[in-house]
């Protein structure tokens, strides 16, 4: 939990859709695109981000993946959105469906009291 002086981190689950370019390629063209398209582009313009990424079309049709990104605070997540706009991610191999973007317990630390969860963080 971060302490009084520090922003807790900023979350986004970016929900996105696969696009048809994406799917023509092979999944070795595919890993390749990330390796040397959009993640050199996301570490060369960011700093203090994370990520993690899930598949959801076998259950979803208008959400197939999403992939979450942790950053240290605004400023990094604003230089992730950028970086990746400019990249083929965004809008040729994926459109972005949606982006929910929050801070883990705000609610906690809004009102002073402590989380509820059946995790302890």
Do not use: C
Not at 3 to 12: I, L, M, Q, R, S
Request: proline share 7%.
């Amino acid at each position: 939990m971060p302490t009084e002086d520090t922003a807790p981190p900023v979350t986004a689950f970016m929900l996105i859709k696969t696009m048809p370019e994406w799917l023509a390629m092979t999944p070795e063209e595919r890993v390749n695109a990330l390796e040397t398209q959009v993640m050199p582009a996301v570490k060369a313009r960011t700093s203090g981000v994370r990520s993690r990424f899930y598949d959801t079309e076998f259950y979803s049709t208008r959400v197939t993946d999403v992939w979450v990104w942790e950053a240290d605070d605004h400023d990094a997540y604003q230089l992730l959105i950028d970086a990746l706009r400019e990249t083929p991610f965004w809008d040729r191999y994926f459109e972005v469906v949606d982006l929910l973007v929050g801070t883990e317990n705000g609610y906690a630390r809004t009102y002073g009291t402590a989380p509820v969860a059946t995790i302890s963080t």
